[in-house]
């Protein structure tokens, strides 16, 4: 008979597989925070976030551990499931965050905030503190949301079409700068090939999404699902009948938005309105 596999007894999380793998490798090779930190050349503090699970770093600091401990793409492949994990959201987004990571074409409708695809580091942490996070949970549920960001990016992303209502270009963050930086961002996405971003004016009259947020996934099995958001309730909609009545909605919706090139500008104008950071 074959012998019986060995249960290593580690964890089965993902999160936590790559904090008890940093922990496992330095304390096999060795050095204290503070020498890491010397070697490696990041902050002491930030491998300590990293090996008690706190933070998962960038893949800059994953990359430069893999060097230093001679483990060739180990833990970048860690900490890219980790940052993949849809358990790091909260429960009622876990179905949601699963098919958003096999769509094959995604749009979207957003009347107050960019989509959280769209959003910078900056922008979150601000829009999650309003909503009550701090400490740990809150720079988890940054590093969560931001991570949303590789379904757009890679060889072949798939194509993500956002109208923006303009009140989401006209509330602004307390921070200039965060705020100079969010908008600086969906400049730079308009740009990229796979989206397309229009902005919804004022003016342009009342209609079906005034007040809900609605995002399509089309996945791979020719499937389209809809996740639509309000500030009372937030629902996973698969029934076909009632997909498609969003859809008509929001094709109206997008009937009414400034063109691609008119929206750029438009982005473009808000934020040569954003003050610039006094000169020292």
Same mark, same amino acid.
């Given at each position: 008979?074959?012998?019986?596999?060995?249960?290593?007894?580690?964890?089965?999380?993902?999160?936590?597989?790559?904090?008890?793998?940093?922990?496992?490798?330095?304390?096999?090779?060795?050095? $204290?925070?503070?020498?890491?930190?010397?070697?490696?050349?990041?902050?002491? $503090? *930030?491998?300590?976030?990293?090996?008690?699970?706190?933070?998962?770093?960038?893949?800059?600091?994953?990359?430069?551990?893999?060097?230093?401990?001679?483990?060739?793409?180990?833990?970048?492949?860690?900490?890219?499931?980790?940052?993949?994990?849809?358990?790091?959201?909260?429960?009622?987004?876990?179905?949601?965050?699963?098919?958003?990571?096999?769509?094959?074409?995604?749009?979207?409708?957003?009347?107050?905030?960019?989509?959280?695809?769209?959003?910078?580091?900056?922008?979150?942490?601000?829009?999650?503190?309003?909503?009550?996070?701090?400490?740990?949970?809150?720079?988890?549920?940054?590093?969560?949301?931001?991570?949303?960001?590789?379904?757009?990016?890679?060889?072949?992303? @798939?194509?993500?079409?956002?109208?923006?209502?303009?009140?989401?270009?006209?509330?602004?963050?307390?921070?200039?700068?965060?705020?100079?930086?969010?908008?600086?961002? *969906? /400049?730079?996405?308009? /740009?990229? @090939?796979?989206?397309?971003?229009?902005?919804?004016?004022?003016?342009?009259?009342?209609?079906?999404?005034?007040?809900?947020?609605?995002?399509?996934? #089309?996945?791979?099995?020719?499937?389209?699902?809809?996740?639509?958001?309000?500030?009372?309730?937030?629902?996973?909609?698969?029934?076909?009948?009632?997909?498609? #009545?969003?859809?008509?909605?929001?094709?109206?919706? #997008?009937?009414l938005a400034l063109s691609p090139a008119e929206?750029?500008?438009?982005?473009?104008?808000?934020l040569e309105e954003v003050p610039c950071e006094?000169?020292?």
């Amino acid at each position: 008979m074959p012998q019986r596999l060995v249960i290593t007894g580690r964890s089965q999380e993902p999160r936590g597989r790559f904090a008890e793998e940093l922990r496992r490798l330095r304390s096999e090779r060795g050095p $204290s925070l503070r020498d890491l930190a010397k070697e490696v050349g990041w902050d002491a $503090s *930030l491998f300590s976030k990293m090996e008690s699970g706190r933070t998962l770093g960038g893949p800059e600091v994953v990359q430069a551990l893999d060097q230093y401990y001679g483990t060739p793409g180990l833990l970048v492949t860690l900490w890219e499931l980790a940052v993949a994990d849809p358990t790091r959201f909260k429960e009622q987004y876990r179905g949601y965050m699963e098919l958003e990571a096999e769509a094959v074409s995604l749009w979207q409708y957003s009347v107050s905030r960019p989509p959280g695809l769209l959003q910078t580091a900056g922008y979150a942490r601000e829009a999650l503190a309003a909503g009550g996070l701090k400490g740990d949970e809150l720079d988890q549920q940054v590093e969560a949301r931001t991570g949303r960001r590789n379904v757009l990016e890679g060889d072949d992303p @798939p194509p993500f079409r956002v109208l923006l209502s303009e009140a989401v270009l006209r509330n602004s963050l307390r921070d200039p700068r965060e705020w100079r930086g969010q908008l600086e961002h *969906l /400049v730079e996405a308009a /740009v990229q @090939p796979n989206i397309t971003l229009h902005v919804l004016p004022f003016g342009s009259g009342l209609h079906g999404l005034d007040s809900t947020d609605v995002m399509f996934l #089309r996945l791979l099995d020719g499937r389209t699902v809809a996740y639509v958001e309000n500030d009372a309730r937030s629902q996973l909609i698969e029934e076909t009948s009632e997909v498609e #009545r969003f859809h008509r909605t929001y094709d109206a919706v #997008r009937d009414l938005a400034l063109s691609p090139a008119e929206s750029r500008k438009f982005v473009l104008r808000m934020l040569e309105e954003v003050p610039c950071e006094p000169s020292t």
